[in-house]
């Protein structure tokens, strides 16, 4: 960790999640390194320090059952070790292409592929990713942190762009229904219908849609806070995972940045294999990871629902 990093100062509530000098030699010394990769059975729920590029070549055929992506968007971004320069539409395109064509051979003829992008990428994934696998939908999230714009519409919301190697794969409907409050509790033959009344009020569980109102960007006061400049929330992480894998199914994540697939993954019993090029993000990632252990929570998913935002009862 550079000086900057390890003496930056916090406010006194805030959980950013930080390495100590100690914590950051031991994890540098259990890290798994691009130049010592082990069988791919053993690197379940760990994250691989490299290059991308270099190791996706190394893995087995139809090892991996769901791929989930969150490369760089098509702007200038400093990612730590990498930098990434904003290119035209075409060079963009063909960078999605190099890497998401490695990716084609370790995925299993039921895996499902998520890609992140923004605006300005989305056509170039959708293009891309449907040269090799079957467009199923697009989802839009809202991305609620962000600066306003005085010649512009504010940018608050991202794109995953949800593709399947075939037509066969999975979907746990029920495992991702969002519970929301009853605005018009409707009744049949004097009982409620498709709604349920608790001591806490009237509640619904809705089928998901492709866009996703319910996701709270990581922040200061969040556990699951990190410096990473685009992290992405455990509970987006969580709806993936729980739609489009089973309990025991191994997930391919090759930017891993601040490791929260690799978390969501292992909270939700499922096996995960990460690359991220920049050291100081794998030790993060291998660091939250440890805690997961511990802690299994989801912010947003509790007692296995995903609750509409600001819609879940106050714990007694």
């Known amino acids: 960790m550079s000086k900057s990093d390890s003496e930056k100062a916090r406010a006194p509530r805030n959980r950013t999640l930080e390495l100590n000098a100690g914590e950051a030699i031991e994890l540098k010394n259990s890290k798994v390194s691009s130049t010592d990769i082990p069988e791919a059975g053993s690197l379940r729920n760990r994250i691989i320090c490299g290059d991308a590029f270099k190791i996706l070549p190394t893995f087995g055929n139809d090892l991996f059952d769901l791929l989930f992506c969150d490369p760089p968007y098509n702007l200038n971004k400093d990612f730590g070790k990498e930098k990434f320069t904003k290119a035209s539409l075409d060079e963009y395109e063909a960078w999605l292409d190099s890497w998401i064509s490695l990716c084609v051979p370790l995925l299993k003829s039921t895996a499902s592929i998520y890609i992140c992008g923004d605006w300005r990428s989305g056509a170039a994934i959708q ?109 987006l992480l969580a709806k993936i995972i729980l739609a489009s894998s089973n309990p025991g199914d191994l997930i391919l994540d090759p930017f891993s940045g601040s490791g929260t697939a690799a978390v969501a993954a292992q909270k939700l019993g499922r096996g995960c294999i990460a690359i991220e090029s920049d050291e100081k993000y794998c030790l993060i990632a291998q660091k939250r990871l440890r805690l997961a252990h511990s802690d299994c929570s989801i912010q947003g998913f509790d007692d296995g629902v995903f609750w509409d935002r600001n819609s879940r009862p106050p714990r007694s």
């Open 127 to 235: 293009r891309v990713g449907s040269k090799y696998f079957k467009l199923q939908n697009r989802i839009t999230w809202e991305r609620e942190k962000g600066r306003g714009a005085k010649r512009n519409w504010k940018n608050a919301a991202e794109d995953i762009w949800f593709f399947t190697v075939s037509d066969k794969f999975t979907f746990n409907l029920d495992a991702v229904k969002q519970r929301r409050r009853v605005i018009a509790p409707y009744k049949e033959n004097g009982h409620p219908k498709d709604w349920s009344e608790t001591k806490d009020g009237k509640f619904r569980d809705t089928h998901p849609s492709n866009i996703w109102t319910d996701i709270t960007v990581p922040f200061w006061s969040m556990p699951e806070n990190t410096d990473h400049p685009t992290q992405k929330p455990e509970k």
